[in-house]
Structures are given as structure tokens and as C-alpha cells.
DNA sequence: TTTT
DNA sequence: TTTT
């Protein structure tokens, strides 16, 4: 029990797309949401602004998952406090490749959404909101956003959450890594 | 100038080897170092203790990165507090691959050396530190640990600190990616 | 359960004494510490060095507050995380005072010892630590640092930990406030 | 220059009121807000439910400042990334009183504002937004919400920020401590 | 590859 | 009151 070290990650972003839901075996839940933080700042030679947007993946596991999936969309704004992990998998010519992740998982982050009753996904890294008359980015919860057919476990995740390895259900699966959106660049 | 959004990362681990300092043309400082976290806990199901470590890719730039080159090495315990930031690049076979560091620059991160030293306690009675061979994993300044040969751009950086990007020396230099450590799996 | 909003402090710092421990009726733990964090600069003026100390008075409670009472001391260095929260007490004169404290409970927050016997930096041919006399500010447990012969509650503790009312024992006292250090000055 | 330690603190939540604009001899822009924090739990022994409500005093400096003044408003969601700081003054009876701050000053912090376009105050601790058309808790920018007709130093800052002392104009006054709003317990 |  |  314990941990030895610090592994922490803050983010306060919004999402690039709807957060798309996978169940475990074990019927738990795993939410997988892009997270986008920018600067931006002037040029010192050009003088011109200029912006970079920096892309976060996300996996959310459990409670916090299943609400993820149902009050984030495309736009949200969220506070993320997760810890920093890579996975290693093979590609399809069999090669080595790793993806490094914010996890939420158990006691060791949380999620918060941010500005409740706020319209639209016109923030930072969110494009128009696809759908006629939605007003916000949550409210009412809904249908998952983005629920797969697949009931495979997404990531394997055998790390156990920080003081309290007990009371969660660690997930003990070695897929194949999922399929990514392609309009964000991992 | 600003930033919309949080993208912040706290560590705190022991160096997994002396850092790697690096050059660029502009003669800015980088320092890359990898650094462990890891978690212990008691399986539930074979009751064995089981440990889990992490490993975070950290690439410190400045005044920052030579301080890290000074007086970290192997094994040195400290505290970074940086960004994430994904880098794309192509293999040998012209396959996008990315990679996701840590990255300590400017007003936008901090590294802090731990237990250096400070051996005191006098609440116990322990005494002063005095004595020859040399005592913790940092101590006088000293030469570079692993100062590398080529001094091309070992990173592209071309974002600005935030709030203060006037005084921060920007990188404007887009070079190949740098050749990795081949025994560090990522 | 739940939260709204984010309450959170990060610390590393050095005891300015040895830890105080209480117990509560309950018999769950209760420590005080004050940590030391500071900064340090050249003043534009007159040109000499300045330092600032702050000081910060941290309560931890149960499972952490028996291994701070255990293994810190004076001087040792360590890394705490846990929350903001103001007490409201009255002092001898019946006037209303505050006490302002950051309080690490259940999974709401963690306390990491730091720089402890790790002295090897075997990148340096730094020798062991073997060796007669005692060498950090904590090595085998001991006995408590500074225990009081009190045993009423130090400090009314309401609220729930984050994410995990249920697992954590609630203190669900409301005792005067303690008498806190006269030679502390908080 | 630099710092020994991590003095950082991290806060999501809402404004108690519009922000409390002062400016220095030297023309620096201070702003004093207020910030709730709630955690909600289901009463163990009771089964009711349970909220608790953390009012943090916040301290901005310069730019950050003049932001809050123009942007903020009672009921505003934030996100702030400061320090601990304890000031002593003297009470009307001549007696020493302290009160900790969350300090957000130069590079050893920032603000961010959150769920822009959202509509209106009635977030955790916010109660009803007088006024009646007001759409937001920000827009466009505004008259300073709550100058203050006095203009003398409202608190000391004899601290630098980490790494970047030369940059930051120091304040160096010692005024008596300004009025606190009576709403909010401290 | 670190550390305990 | 700590530490460097």
C-alpha cells in the first residue's frame, strides 16, 4: 500500500468530440475524451499572434467514466486531475509503439465539469457543436455520447489507485489498442 | 500573450540515469531526463505485494536544464513541475510516431532538487553531516554528465511560455528528432 | 458525494519542529506540523540576497498522521498534498479568530517523505550509506515525536473526503479548539 | 534567486462578490476576491444530505489584477494557481492577528476564467446576481467592479516571485489591513 | 533505468 | 521553528 513518488497532471481544457464509452468484462466503465489547452502569444519577430493547441488523451475509469459519458460533449470544459501513464502496444506491422495517457481512475483524480449552463463548444480547441437546437455542452444526462459495440477492454490498467488498492476493481486485460479519431492528430 | 486552459504536470521520482544535456544553435541549454514514479499494493486475489513503476520523459530547457546537468545524476530524487507536449516525428521507415514529454521552460515549470544534503535532524539527535566521501546524489557543481557530441536542436519547442514571452529565449528551430536513448522504451 | 470545485495545496518543505500527535476519542491519529517553504533573490536595490520563509500549518488525520508521527521529525524534508481549510475558533478574550490550515485527509490528500537514506548516486561512485550514526531526518520508526497527554479533539473535521465519504471515518467532533504553540505564531 | 520548496495551491470555484480593485502608490493593481469550494456527502448516521462550503481569500496582483476587475463578477467560476502567504497585522485592540492568503502574483501563478458565455451566478456559493439584464459573469470589459476610493497599499509583498524577481515590482508598504466584507465569515 |  |  502507498506510493512511492508523485505523478500528477492538472488539465482544464475542452473536449475535441463527444467522449466515446467502452465497458469491461467486469462491466466497468472506461471513458476515453481529448482534452485541447492553448497559449497563444505574440511573435517577437513577426509580431504577428500566433496559437499552438496542445492535445490530451484521457482515459476515465469507473464512476467517473459512466459520467463522463453522459455529460460531456464535444466542447465541455473540464478539470482533469489524473496521473501520466504509457502504455506500450504493436502496431500493424508488429512493431513497438507507446501512448502516454492521463488517467482518472479511483481516488487517484477527479473530474470536473466546468460551466454549468454555458452554450457551446466555441472554446479553444471545439469546433461548431453538430446538432441543431442543443443548447449547452451538458444538462440533462443523455444517451452515451459515443458508445461502442465493442466490449473489449480498452487499456490495460494494472496499476492500482493510490492508499486505497482494495476497494478498486483492477482491470487485468491485454487488448489490442483501439481505434483513435483521425481528425486529432493520435 | 496568456494562456486559455491548464496543461500541468507535477512530478516527484528518482533520476533513472545522469541527465543528457544538449546544445542548440542558439546555445540555449536542453536537458533530457527520464525520471520514475511507482505505486505499491498488496493483490487482492494472490495477496503478494506488487509494484508498478512509471516512467516520465523530461526535457528541461535554460537556465533550468543546466542546473539539471549540474548537479543531478542517477538516482537524484526531485520535484518538476512542467507541461505535457506531445511531439510528432517519423521513424526510419517514415512512420508518424509521437512522443509525449514532460517539459520544464521558462516561468512555465520549476524543478526543485530533494534530500540533497540536508541531513540534519536535529530533533534526534543526529549528527552534523561532516565527513569525507561525498554524501548524496548531488553536491558541488560539476562537469556536464553526459554532455552530448552533436549540438543540432534537440527538440522543436516553438511555444512560448506563458505569460512571459518576451524574456524567454523562443526556439525557432525545427530539426529531425533527436536520437533517443535506444534502451529507454520510449 | 461529489465536489464542486477544486480546494488543493501542494508543499514541499522542511518541519520546523517535530510533529504533534493527538488522538481524537475515536482513536483515529491527528498530526501537526509546520512546514518551512522558501524564496529566495537578489534585492534590485540595494543589490544584497534576500530570503523569505513562509510557514505553513498542516493537520493530517489517520492512517498518514500515525506515519508522520512515526518517521518525521525537525528538518525532514517532505511533499504534502491535502486541502485549504479555515477554522473558526474564539480566543481567551471571546473574540472570533480564524486559523487558516492545510488539512490532509483520507484520499483527499497524501503526504511523501522525501530525500530519506537515499543517498547511493551511483552515477557519481557515491559509496553507500552504511555507517554507524544515524544519517536523515527518519529511518526505523520510533517512538511518537511529540505526543500530547490530552486526548480530546484537536480540530472539528466535518467535512467529507473527496470521493469517498463512506471509507473514511468521519471525526464528528466539535471540541473547543485546542490550545495551539504560543511560540508559533498561527 | 530561485526558491527552496513548492508553495503552490490550485482552486476552482465561484467569487462570493465582484472583485475589490485597489491600486498601489507605484500604480499596481491589486484585486481581492473571495472563492467558494463545496464538497457534498451523504451523512453516514443521519442518511441526509450534507454540504460544506469553503471560503478562500484570494490576493491578485498587477495584470492578473486589472483582469479580475474588468472580468470577474459574484458568482464567476475560476481557476486560480497561487501561493500560501500569511500576513500579521494588528487588530483595533492592538492585537496580532494572521490571515492566509492565496497569493497570485508574476510568474508564481495565474487566472484563468472558466465557462465563458455561461449564464449567471447561481454556481455553489453564489447567490442571485442583482441587476437585471447582466447575461454573463463576464463580457465585455466593464468598469471596475468595486474600486475602492482609497488608494493606500492594501497588502505587503515583500516576497519576489520564483524565478523572475528583477521583473516584478516589489510592493513595499506596510498599511494597516483593509476591510473585509461583512457577508463573508473572515 | 530509479528508489524503498 | 526548517532548510540551503
Known amino acids: 500500500m502507498a506510493s512511492r513518488g508523485v505523478n500528477k497532471v492538472i488539465l482544464v481544457g475542452n473536449l475535441g468530440n463527444d467522449p466515446e464509452i467502452r465497458y469491461m468484462p ?9 482534452i485541447a489547452t492553448s497559449e497563444s502569444w505574440r511573435d517577437k519577430n513577426t ?35 489524473g496521473q501520466l501513464q504509457t502504455r506500450k502496444w504493436q502496431d ?12 482518472v481512475q479511483g481516488f487517484n483524480g477527479t473530474m470536473q465539469m466546468l460551466g454549468g449552463r454555458q ?13 441543431g437546437q442543443q443548447q449547452g455542452n ?31 476493481p483492477q482491470q487485468q486485460y491485454n487488448e489490442p489498442p483501439m481505434d483513435f479519431d483521425d481528425d486529432i492528430p493520435f
Chains 1, 2, 3, 4 share one sequence.
Open 26 to 34: 467486469s462491466g466497468g466503465a472506461v471513458a476515453n475524451i481529448t
Open 138 to 168: 451538458w444538462g440533462q444526462p443523455q444517451q452515451p455520447a459515443a458508445q461502442q459495440q465493442n466490449n473489449f477492454a480498452p487499456q490495460q490498467q494494472s496499476a492500482p489507485q493510490q492508499q486505497a488498492p482494495a476497494q478498486q
Open 92 to 103: 500493424q506491422n508488429g512493431q513497438e509503439r507507446y501512448t502516454t495517457e492521463v488517467v
Open 47 to 81: 509580431g504577428e499572434q500566433r496559437e499552438k493547441t496542445e492535445w490530451h488523451r484521457v482515459a476515465l475509469f469507473g464512476k467517473v467514466a459512466e459520467v463522463a459519458g453522459e455529460y460531456l460533449r464535444k466542447g465541455s470544459q473540464v478539470y482533469i486531475e
Open 119 to 131: 452554450g457551446g463548444g466555441q472554446g479553444m480547441g471545439a469546433p461548431s457543436q453538430g446538432g
